[in-house]
């Protein structure tokens, strides 16, 4: 007993070491809370004045919502109003209780979320929000009886598809963006409306990202014109009342007497009929005779011309993030990778500046400024000298040279100018802050900068003259003038406007302040960048986004005057509003009681286990737990545990503890007095009582093989006594009770890198080193230590470099397995098991000390020391893309894996003799079920090539049927 509290005294110890560090800024300091009759706001206080308004104006729109869809949650939403992001953002969990979370950014230009007319970003995004979590907590009937039972595990309608929740949030929250327009529009001129299967899936492809809110906000709009909001929000009630995804179109057919499946092949038809009439408008008018530089439809940004060559950031769903340069002399493409993404690019001489999103700790991401050298790779270093600090949210830089430097500060709902002269930095604020700020750029005599900014709703040109030190409005558009350059001299701005509900490529003269319009496209033009008489720009079609351009017509009669819409120091439109009452945030009333019982259990090598489980968290992430228990049908196995987390900005602490009892029913091994193995089919139990603490940390590595990664070591200590509930089996060794108290201690570093079109992880390295010991000063009953290493690399053929595009998806994935284990062989615990093919999945996992061996049984090999080497090839042969209908599953992509696994255990010196090796074949597929959950299906066949066991009784192949990827 006095061991016991001993080893409780040192993980509280543990725990106590990050609280006193971060005495000075505790897990909660200056967080808040405002309660109203509706809803919780938790925020921090430099967000009191936004909280204040958001309650203020929150009470109307929660009211109107819940007239709206006849509905309300069983409890109180919590909203979590943040700055901790230099996006836009906004998300919703439902799980285990409703959280909003809005970061307070407006959104880019180029945003899909356009504002009611009378309300701003903040209240569109929430009213969005909060219509999103009206509909998915919806249950009524008997669903609405267990779901006060099971809490949010019984909610039917977050089964519905993204599309129509996203479109009847979005029809109620958000007037239609010329970016959906957009993404329409160049869908018809193509003739390819997304069908409803696609428009389903969350496929990270431009535009299929994007299809379920642009697509699904114009759906709902038509369901809403053609049936009314009554017959809508009939079939949402109706749905709630059944948690079978399948059953979506009996009920649409039901309320609207069609299944969905006809009613979007409807619209689709009538919204191409209405959007050719636009088309053919626009064709009249003179279609610009563009060319295309580019033809691969990738995501691309912020494009540059410098002595004659392109600059542009892109995301290349072959390769992922990077830097891409274009000759325009020798008309050849350079593809530069980088680990994150990029938020901006500017060059001098040889040097490029890129401002890189980069994640401070789980809770914030920053853009930084980096310096990037053409003649090598992406060095670690921050412009600035050492004494000048603070500036973390930096992007969209430009250079003049490099002693003259303009980036967008941001600051939460603020932006401001940075202009560095001589490493020194000066803030640039006008009269009224500007709320986003857009690629500013310096004149050719470096005199004036030119930006887009957005006030009081309109995105126009601005001018700062650095000689005069005054801010300039050149534009007074309702339009959004966005994305300017300079042509040749420095009276001349080319930028991209949506003047007449396209946005085109126009003209403004400094001197006499005439615009002219020079382009006529049907999907859009961004980014112009002049080269003499010609623009070079990013043109959107169908197919994605590519680099195009034209020659400047100087006879084009298409000019026009701005005319000025507003004065620019006008009221600020949230106005006066009602002071709520804040007090300190606590955590307490999110963290209990439970919100919710459901279903728990995994697939492991040696059962499978089934049970129920239930958990809490504070709105803040800060601190989290879990209770259940599983029941493990092959081993009669039962575990009762609860886990508990305390999560820092760059740490945590976790403790565990658990109860347990095992029945084996299969042949175990025990070692006999000669050392050799005999085998017993009696049964025997185990008991297990185990408390766990486990402190990590996070640190950032650049490591030569590990650029920008995160390095997380941990410690942990444990007690965990053991004991027989019945009698061991009369031909076995005694099993020994007693305790086992030790510490463990051990860090894994991770820069695996997927992109869109890959077939799981194509490059980078995973690598886990964790060492075990019982320790005697805790009074220990057994003497032991276990070191285990895992280790992953992924090699990408290079097809960029041979300009071998077939092979542009050809992997070599290593994994080497190995583990030793010293002292007293705690049986089964302490052993190593090869054998299997089980990999890592949502609904399976594997033992650190099961090792899969392909080819053989599960648990065909225990002893002390163990590896295994899996070498495979794997390449892509077919993307599917298809779902049937809404039917809850969609097919991406079928690939094949080649592998042979080398492996196997010793109990003495390791001895080539020793080694297994299997061989086989897996088809894979890559799926998404319920609209939203990621897996892959491995089918294929292992035949054992090499046998070391004993009997050499393994002699037929084995059918491999498994969720999840090998490694």
């Known amino acids: 007993m006095k061991i016991k509290f001993f080893c409780l005294f040192i993980i509280l110890l543990v725990l106590a070491i990050p609280v006193k560090t971060k005495a000075k800024d505790s897990l909660y300091k200056n967080w808040m809370t405002i309660k109203t009759p509706y809803f919780y706001i938790y925020f921090p206080k430099k967000l009191l004045d936004k909280a204040d308004y958001l309650a203020s104006k929150g009470e109307d729109i929660y009211k109107n919502v819940e007239e709206l869809l006849g509905w309300k949650p069983f409890e109180k939403p919590h909203i979590l109003l943040i700055d901790n992001k230099d996006f ?50 919806m249950a009524k009937g008997i669903d609405g009886k267990l779901h006060k039972v099971f809490g949010n595990a019984i909610s039917p309608n977050v089964l519905l598809p993204d599309w129509l929740k996203k479109g009847i949030a979005a029809s109620f929250a958000f007037d239609t963006s010329l970016m959906e327009k957009m993404v329409i529009r160049s869908m018809v001129a193509e003739s390819n409306i997304l069908s409803i299967d696609k428009a389903s899936h969350t496929l990270n492809q431009w535009p299929y990202k994007w299809a379920s809110f642009s697509l699904g906000h114009d759906f709902v709009n038509y369901l809403i014109k053609v049936y009314g909001k009554k017959r809508l929000m009939e079939f949402f009630h109706l749905h709630s009342s059944g948690i079978n995804p399948l059953e979506i179109n009996i009920k649409a057919e039901k309320v609207f007497g069609e299944k969905f499946l006809l009613l979007w092949d409807e619209w689709r038809m009538k919204k191409a009929k209405e959007v050719k009439k636009e088309i053919q408008k626009i064709k009249r008018e003179g279609l610009t005779e563009i060319e295309n530089i ?86 670690n270093e921050v412009i600035f000298k050492k004494g000048i600090k603070g500036f973390k949210r930096l992007r969209e830089p430009d250079l003049f040279n490099e002693k003259r430097i303009v980036a967008i500060k941001s600051n939460g709902d603020k932006e401001y100018l940075l202009l560095i002269l001589n490493d020194e930095p000066f803030i640039l604020s006008a009269k009224k802050p500007f709320r986003r700020i857009s690629t500013p750029r310096f004149s050719p005599n470096g005199k004036i900068i030119v930006f887009s900014a957005l006030q009081n709703k309109n995105w126009d040109l601005w001018l700062y003259c650095l000689d005069k030190k005054i801010f300039r409005r050149l534009t007074f558009n309702k339009a959004k003038d966005i994305h300017p350059s300079w042509g040749k001299g420095s009276d001349r701005i080319f930028f991209s406007s949506d003047r007449d509900h396209v946005f085109n490529i126009y003209s403004i003269n400094l001197k006499t302040g005439r615009v002219k319009k020079l382009t006529n496209l049907i999907g859009g033009g961004f980014f112009p960048a002049a080269n003499k008489d010609e623009i070079y720009f990013l043109n959107y079609s169908f197919k994605g986004w590519d680099i195009a351009k034209f020659k400047i017509n100087e006879n084009n009669k298409g000019i026009t005057k701005d005319e000025k819409s507003g004065n ?70 039962l575990n009762l545990y609860i886990k508990s987390k305390i999560n820092w900005d760059n740490s945590s602490c976790e403790i565990k503890a658990s109860r347990f009892s095992l029945k084996y029913e299969d042949v175990i091994y025990l070692p006999n007095e000669e050392g050799e193995y005999e085998a017993s089919n009696k049964d025997f139990y185990q008991k297990r009582e185990r408390l766990e603490s486990i402190l990590s940390k996070r640190i950032r590595t650049s490591l030569p093989f590990m650029n920008y990664t995160l390095f997380n070591p941990y410690i942990g200590i444990f007690f965990e006594n053991r004991g027989n509930i019945t009698s061991i089996p009369y031909n076995a ?23 869109p079109r890959g077939i ?25 230590r276990i070191f285990t290493i895992d280790m992953k690399k992924y090699l990408k053929i290079p097809y960029n470099k041979f300009r071998l595009k077939k092979f542009s998806h050809h992997i070599l994935a290593f994994h080497l397995l190995a583990g030793r284990s010293w002292g007293e062989d ?10 299997g093919s089980i990999g890592e999945g949502f609904i399976t996992k594997r033992s650190k000390r099961s090792f899969p061996l392909r080819g053989f049984p599960e648990n065909s090999f225990k002893g002390e020391k163990a590896f295994v080497l899996s070498l495979e090839y794997r390449f892509p042969i077919m993307d599917i893309y298809k779902g049937k209908d809404t039917f809850p599953l969609f097919l991406r992509d079928f690939h094949v894996g080649i592998f042979t696994d080398f492996g196997g255990v010793f109990n003495n010196s390791i001895s080539i003799n020793d080694i ?4 086989g074949i897996e088809l894979r597929s890559d799926i998404e079920a319920f609209w939203s959950v990621p897996a892959t299906i491995r089918l294929g066949i292992a035949y054992p090539v090499i046998d070391r066991s004993p009997d050499k009784k393994y002699n037929s192949p084995i059918l491999i049927l498994q969720m999840g990827i090998p490694f």
Not at 91 to 108: A, E, K, M, R
Not at 826 to 835: A, E, Q, T
């Open 916 to 919: 297994n090796m299997g061989a």
């Open 88 to 137: 836009s953002y906004h998300d919703l969990d439902v799980f285990p209780y409703p959280v909003v979370t809005l970061n307070i950014s407006s959104p880019n230009p180029l945003s899909f979320y356009s504002s009611k007319e009378n309300d701003d970003y903040l209240i569109s995004i929430f009213r969005y929000e909060l219509i999103k979590l009206f509909v998915e907590t």
């Open 294 to 379: 580019t033809n691969d439809g990738e995501i691309k940004s912020n494009l540059k011309l410098i002595n004659n060559r392109l600059y542009f950031l892109s995301f290349d769903k072959d390769r992922g993030n990077g830097i891409q340069i274009f000759d325009l002399k020798t008309k050849r493409l350079k593809f530069i990778p980088t680990t994150e993404k990029l938020t901006g690019i500017s060059l001098y001489d040889d040097k490029i500046l890129i401002s890189r999103e980069k994640r401070e700790d789980p809770y914030h991401e920053y853009n930084q400024l980096f310096l990037f050298s053409t003649k090598r790779r992406i060095k």
């Open 733 to 755: 060794l005694p099993i020994k009770e007693g305790q086992a108290t030790g510490y463990f201690l051990g860090a894994f570093l991770d820069n695996r890198k997927k992109v």
């Open 568 to 637: 620019i120091e006008g009221k600020d439109k949230e106005g006066n509003y009602k002071k709520e009452s804040a007090y300190k945030y606590s955590p307490y009333k999110t963290l209990f009681p439970p919100r919710y019982l459901a279903p728990d259990g995994f697939i492991s090598n040696d059962d499978i286990q089934i049970g129920f489980k239930t958990s809490g968290k504070d709105v803040l992430n800060r601190i989290e737990y879990e209770t259940g228990f599983r029941y493990g049908i092959d081993a009669n196995f």
């Open 826 to 835: 705690l049986f089964p615990l302490s052993s190593f098991r090869v054998g």
């Open 760 to 784: 799981g992880y194509e490059s980078g390295t995973y690598l886990k080193a964790e060492f075990e010991q019982s320790f005697p000063i805790f009074g220990t009953d057994f003497h032991q």
